[in-house]
Nanobody, 117 residues
Framework: QVQLVESGGGWVQAGGSLRLSCVAS????????MDWYRQAPGKPRELVAT???????NYSDSVKGRFTMSRDNAKNTVYLQMHSLKPDATAVYYCSARRILTSVQYWGQGTQVTVSS
């Protein structure tokens, strides 16, 4: 039974930084791609960043140069370091794990990020 738990969200002023964490339980990390999504109120879910099982990372154009995703497979944990935060980054941020072999995707419950102007 796969479980993902996000943490690290909170309130921050514009221009500030936050680091989100996601701990995945009962997986073999090297067999999963990991993703960060976000969903602002009234808007569709948006892919923010993704990390392949081999460590390649990709970012949406809106966050390139300001957000960095990393993973620690030994701890089954992924991170999203966010700098230069803008108010439009206010959203619930979700972690997902995608099993390479089956393409099954698992989701966490999300963590709220609020950026004030």
């Amino acid at each position: 039974q796969v479980q993902l738990v996000e943490s690290g969200g909170g309130w921050v002023q514009a221009g500030g930084s936050l680091r989100l964490s996601c701990v995945a339980s009962r997986i073999t990390s090297s067999s999963y791609a990991m993703d960060w999504y976000r969903q602002a109120p009234g808007k569709p879910r948006e892919l923010v960043a993704t990390s392949s099982n081999t460590g390649n990372t990709n970012y949406s154009d809106s966050v390139k140069g300001r957000f960095t995703m990393s993973r620690d497979n030994a701890k089954n944990t992924v991170y999203l370091q966010m700098h230069s935060l803008k108010p439009d980054a206010t959203a619930v941020y979700y972690c997902s794990a995608r099993r390479i072999l089956t393409s099954v995707q698992y989701w966490g419950q999300g963590t709220q990020v609020t950026v004030s102007s």
